[in-house]
């Protein structure tokens, strides 16, 4: 009898908690289509939103294809309510078996999920990060996505170093791991701050980032420009008071009229011809954002694997 | 050494007989004891002016390197060196024309009067430091003047005809953009071009004396100011005879005309980027040649013991001559304006 008191104790403990399914709400007009942030609802996005889980946002974790045991669920909260603490920003974990032909359709559900419920919603630009994992075996996924001011302090160069760094965990389902890695690397960049590149990037209204070149003085380009215009000033000045000069030619005494040419030949050799490609690219790097169906700008990117 | 004999000429006022000199703001001449005023043909009734009394007993002792002559006026005996023709006596002021340093193969054809005054001279030097930034303090101060004096210096003039043929090589290069691709076209020709050109009056200094740099400086003179030479023009002012022959003096003219006639005729080849001449056949060909005394006020300047040569051209008022720098202005202004510069750029790179 006591073996069986055992097996329901450690039933309820253990494998319920880790089995639940995050509980999800009925999208509809009355609730504004659970929508809350500034997001316009038209019928390019309706059918997007609907699709879009809708859930308690006042919880981080939602393990829709429950990988994560108990212990790690105990300690990704932990995990989060520092970085939260630490940082301001969101953090939602988000787990689905969902099967995706295409990278986008990831990085497209992911980006709902946060933009569609009430991820943020207490800050300007909706701040966070989503780290996604797709636990399917057809079209396995994991990524991590910035939303607001995290786009600044976790730049794409990051986030790939981030993704990069857990791959092996990853593949291998080491979730415990793979999350305290990543939250070591998040703590540590957001720690150093916003990199150099972004310095004078900003978010705007829509959480779009955007990308202004960082002013670094040209102090060689000022210092050839002025070396150069100093020489020519100084040089013209000089030859000012240099007033005697050796004649060179005749040509104040040169009769124009007298100048006749009895033979003119000119003469067809050959040429060349040389190309190049002209870079019209304006492409300025890592740093800016792309877009989702809410209209917000987002940041971050996935792996397959 | 050899020993000649020849008269010194000075030119004496036809009214009074007291020393006359040619003025030339009023192109006449002037003298300062009985304001008469007298023009080239009132001169030349009275034989240009010269007492032939007085000349007539003065006696000049002509030395291959030297020459001794007694003033007619005072008396004292005065010395110049070979190429000086016309000079003054150091005691009385009066002007001695050495009239066989200006005979013979001597006699120019022409001469250009002065036109300018010393006055005009001193106020041009004085001027000099006007948009100048690197002058040295007080360099144009009129005491610096050490000696001013109107010179006539000996000019051998060239009619040169040119003739002949070039051939050059030319690039034309020619760009265009087709969507992203930037082609550039680059087409070599060869030129051909026969002809033939003259120059007139190109004018050489005759004199081993005057640096020929500076003398090329204050050209070009105005030709229609020539006139028959007088040898009265040089009352009041020194005068040299040539010491460079004209065959000599010519290959300088001859130089300078083969560089003009090799622009215009590569000026000829138009349309051309890049163009050089690979052989050239043009010749010259002296036509005429003259020798006239071209007007020059030579200012010698002392400052900081050191001296400086600057003239004027007598006719056009064009003045020449290298003025020393001023090494401390010429630092401030570097500094200055390498500042600015580069503070601009900083500015402008900040604000784009």
Not at chain 1, 124 to 133: E, M, P, Q, T
Not at chain 1, 243 to 254: C, E, F, N, P
Not at chain 2, 110 to 121: D, G, L
Request: some cysteine; charged content about 25%; hydrophobic content about 35%.
């Amino acid at each position: 009898m006591k073996k069986f008191y055992f097996i329901i104790i450690c039933l309820f403990s253990f494998v319920l908690p880790v089995l639940a399914t995050p509980t999800t709400y009925e999208r509809n007009e009355n609730n504004h289509y659970g929508v809350n942030k500034k997001w316009s609802i038209n019928d390019n996005n309706l059918e997007k939103i609907l699709k879009t889980p809708y859930v308690n946002a006042d919880e981080r974790i939602y393990d829709f294809a429950n990988i994560l045991d108990y212990q790690t669920i105990n300690s990704l909260n932990l995990l989060i309510e520092d970085f939260e603490k630490e940082t301001g920003f969101t953090f939602v974990f988000i787990s689905t078996n969902n099967y995706y032909v295409n990278d986008i359709d990831h990085e497209n559900y992911a980006v709902d999920f946060y933009d569609y419920n009430d991820f943020g919603i207490n800050d300007d630009h909706y701040s966070g990060v989503l780290l996604y994992r797709n636990a399917t075996s057809l079209s396995p996924y994991y990524a991590l996505y910035t939303f607001g001011d995290a786009q600044l302090y976790f730049d794409n160069q990051r986030i790939n170093e981030i993704l990069d760094s857990v791959y092996n965990d990853f593949i291998l389902k080491n979730y415990s791991q793979g999350i305290d890695t990543i939250f070591k690397k998040l703590n540590s960049y957001y720690d150093k701050g916003i990199d150099s590149r972004l310095k004078d990037s900003y978010i705007n209204d829509m959480g779009h980032l955007v990308y202004k070149e960082p002013f670094n003085i040209p102090w060689i380009l000022a210092f050839i420009i002025a070396s150069f215009i100093t020489s020519l000033f100084i040089c013209w000045n000089i030859s000012k008071q240099k007033m005697v000069i050796k004649a060179k030619d005749a040509k104040d005494y040169l009769y124009k009229p007298s100048i006749n040419f009895s033979f003119r030949e000119d003469k067809f050799i050959n040429s060349h011809t040389t190309s190049h490609h002209i870079n019209t690219s304006s492409s300025r790097g890592s740093g800016g954002s792309r877009i989702g169906s809410s209209g917000g700008g987002h940041g971050g990117g996935g792996r397959r694997g | 050494m050899t020993k000649k004999r020849s008269k010194a000429l000075d030119n004496k006022c036809p009214s009074c007989g007291a020393p006359i000199k040619f003025v030339p703001s009023l192109k006449k001449w002037k003298c300062e004891y009985c304001n008469s005023e007298f023009d080239l043909e009132e001169m030349q009734k009275h034989n240009n002016a010269s007492n032939i009394k007085y000349n007539q007993d003065s006696i000049i002792d002509d030395y291959d390197d030297y020459v001794t002559y007694t003033c007619q006026d005072c008396g004292a005996e005065i010395v110049a060196d070979s190429q000086t023709a016309a000079t003054f006596c150091v005691y009385c002021g009066n002007t001695a024309i050495l009239k066989n340093k200006l005979s013979g193969k001597f006699s120019p054809d022409a001469i250009i009067p002065f036109k300018k005054e010393k006055q005009e001279a001193i106020d041009a030097f004085v001027n000099l430091a006007k948009g100048k930034l690197f002058v040295p303090k007080n360099f144009t101060k009129k005491d610096n003047i050490e000696k001013i004096r109107g010179i006539y210096i000996p000019f051998w003039l060239y009619d040169i005809d040119i003739a002949g043929s070039i051939d050059c090589n030319g690039t034309k290069i020619r760009s265009w953009s087709t969507g992203n691709v930037q082609y550039t076209r680059t087409e070599f020709y060869k030129m051909y071009r026969t002809g033939s050109m003259d120059f007139f009056k190109i004018p050489v200094d005759g004199s081993k004396r005057f640096s020929n740099d500076i003398m090329n400086s204050i050209e070009p003179f105005d030709y229609s100011g020539l006139t028959k030479y007088n040898h009265a023009y040089l009352s009041g002012f020194y005068a040299e005879k040539y010491d460079v022959p004209s065959d000599e003096a010519s290959v300088e003219a001859r130089r300078r005309a083969l560089e003009s006639g090799k622009n215009a005729f590569l000026d000829d080849c138009r349309g051309y980027s890049q163009k050089n001449i690979v052989r050239n056949t043009l010749e010259t060909k002296i036509k005429n040649k003259y020798y006239v005394l071209l007007p020059v006020w030579m200012v010698n300047v002392k400052y900081n013991n050191k001296s400086y040569i600057f003239a004027m051209n007598g006719q056009t008022g064009e003045f020449v001559g290298n003025i020393p720098l001023d090494i401390l202005k010429v630092i401030v202004w570097t500094i200055l304006i390498f500042g600015l510069v580069f503070g601009l750029v900083i500015a402008i790179a900040w604000i784009l």
